[in-house]
């Protein structure tokens, strides 16, 4: 037992009291000024940390802080400045722990659906093409560019993976990147590879990630990596969907670059789209990121955000550290939460660019992982480092490990002896309990953080589908304009709505041009 006999000394006994009770009595008096934004959102933006836990969240914000030669534990996070917090419920229909493209459907559709579909909803079954037909859900950036908005996307990932992916595709499987992926029989029936999707289906105004080699026909030679087959052209279909898309945006400004060096040249004052795909596949690690090369996800969200912002009607942004998530499944702690520090600096420069008066900013996960903080560690001890507690068997462990993964490597019923080993290495991989090649996701649920106007709509535990549905509501996008019809720069429009039966739908309401005053006056009560 550890018994901390201070905490039982009078005030004026331990000075240090002051501090603790001087800082409750700051957040309280925050607390109770607060005051409730009940603007329309004419912007939003979703901060998605892809495998975010909270467990993530925490040990990202000590390591950020001991970046700065800071203890740690008291650091405050960007995201962490967000007044209004919730939990979410993250299982997808079938599977009790999900993975990102039925969370994704939940969050930016507002349908939870089955495993590793796109989406659909839940009549549509993991890789078979013909239940895909007739059980499309559509995203709240559709919903936003319907409604006049410019919309973008910004992952670290490629940017026909699964979150990006389920803004604009439907698809039977998160795994059709391109029409190599896909079986004959899903071709022969109808489907289309997700790729050739993000050209069809939304006119989507910038689009920043990777994933160039789905993009190219079969063969084609990477510009970055010529002499590497495995980053070359997959499509078997001979299209070369970059110039596609070019030819698509004649007599508009659309911008189409893979380096740092064009990325920089783009005026977002004289652009209207830009197409940024700086790898073959998902971009490199940010520690291993070749800043001469690639920049960093808060650059590339200033560059999205600069573009989108001049639409006077406002503009829908997903921004995805998608790389937090593949840090954990390879069980490599530090990538993942250097992959975290680095988006919380995005969402940092996304509050510095737009005004919270008329910006909804959320910060959420789709889902955590098998990912555990333990081990009574001193205050300010490297959070990427040793317990003092040694084990059972007298060997010491690491305060960050996972349930499962590559990181088991017990032999002849022994742990390794890690006294000599630098757990602080990047490429340091945590012990784990279940030898897996992969580490899984977790199941708890995850936060979700929110600021701006609507902003306490995200409180409580709710479905994760809830969030799509609060997000269009906040920014009368969709099909529920209740709240713009209630404002009163809206007074003078005259509007009734008439919603469709079918829950996975999200086409617009139906709009009436008069109705009577006694039709208007029960709708005022109403709303």
């Excluded at 995203?139 to 992952?155: C, F, M, P, Q």
């Excluded at 990932?157 to 029989?185: F, G, I, L």
């Excluded at 989507?204 to 002499?227: A, F, N, Q």
């Excluded at 340091?428 to 953080?449: N, W």
């Amino acid at each position: 037992m550890i018994v901390v006999t201070t905490c039982l000394m009078e005030p004026d006994q331990r000075p240090v009291h002051k501090f603790w009770r001087a800082q409750g009595a700051k957040a309280l008096q925050a607390a109770l000024n607060m005051k409730l934004n009940t603007n329309v959102a004419k912007n939003i933006m979703l901060f998605l940390g892809d495998g975010m836990g909270i467990t993530t969240i925490t040990a990202a914000r000590i390591l950020k802080g001991q970046m700065h030669n800071q203890s740690g534990e008291e650091t405050v996070m960007t995201m962490d400045t967000f007044p209004h917090a919730g939990l979410l419920k993250t299982y997808s229909v079938d599977f009790q722990i999900p993975d990102s493209s039925s969370t994704a459907t939940a969050y930016l559709c507002g349908v939870k659906t089955n495993l590793n579909t796109v989406g659909v909803n839940a009549a549509a079954r993991n890789g078979i093409c013909k239940t895909q037909k007739g059980n499309e859900v559509t995203s709240i950036l559709k919903w936003a560019k319907d409604a006049g908005k410019s919309v973008g996307i910004v992952t670290t990932t490629r940017v026909q993976h699964a979150t990006p992916a389920t803004t604009y595709a439907h698809s039977a499987s998160r795994k059709w990147y391109s029409d190599a992926d896909m079986p004959a029989s899903a071709k022969k029936e109808g489907c289309t590879d997700i790729a050739s999707q993000l050209l069809n289906n939304t006119d989507i105004d910038v689009i920043i990630g990777g994933g160039r080699k789905y993009m190219t026909p079969k063969g084609t030679w990477d510009p970055e990596y010529p002499r590497d087959l495995a980053s070359s052209g997959k499509r078997q279909d001979g299209r070369h969907l970059i110039s596609d898309w070019q030819k698509m945006k004649v007599g508009k400004v659309a911008r189409y670059v893979w380096n740092r060096t064009d990325f920089d040249a783009v005026d977002p004052d004289t652009t209207d789209y830009l197409m940024a795909l700086f790898e073959p596949g998902d971009l490199r690690f940010d520690v291993e990121r070749d800043p001469t090369m690639d920049p960093s996800i808060a650059e590339t969200t200033e560059k999205a955000i600069r573009i989108l912002s001049k639409n006077p009607k406002g503009f829908f942004l997903l921004v995805e550290g998608g790389r937090i998530d593949q840090g954990h499944h390879a069980s490599r702690a530090s990538m993942a939460l250097h992959e975290t520090v680095a988006f919380d600096n995005a969402v940092a420069k996304g509050l510095e660019l737009t005004n919270e008066e008329e910006t909804l900013t959320l910060v959420t996960a789709d889902h955590s992982h098998a990912f555990t903080f333990n081990g009574y560690p001193f205050r300010g001890q490297s959070i990427l480092g040793k317990s003092p507690l040694y084990g059972k068997d007298m060997l010491p462990y690491t305060t960050l490990m996972y349930g499962n993964g590559p990181g088991y490597k017990v032999v002849d019923n022994k742990r390794p002896d890690i006294r000599n080993v630098d757990t602080l290495e990047k490429d340091y991989v945590q012990l784990s309990a279940v030898p897996l090649d992969t580490e899984t996701h977790g199941g708890e649920d995850v936060a979700v953080l929110a600021r701006g106007p609507m902003a306490h709509l995200f409180h409580g535990v709710q479905e994760q589908s809830y969030l799509a549905h609060a997000m269009a509501y906040a920014g009368c996008v969709g099909r529920d304009l209740r709240h713009c019809e209630s404002r009163p720069q809206h007074t003078n429009t005259q509007r009734i709505l008439v919603t469709t039966t079918d829950d996975d739908r999200n086409s617009a309401p139906s709009q009436v041009s008069s109705i009577s005053l006694v039709t208007a006056l029960l709708a005022a009560v109403l709303h």
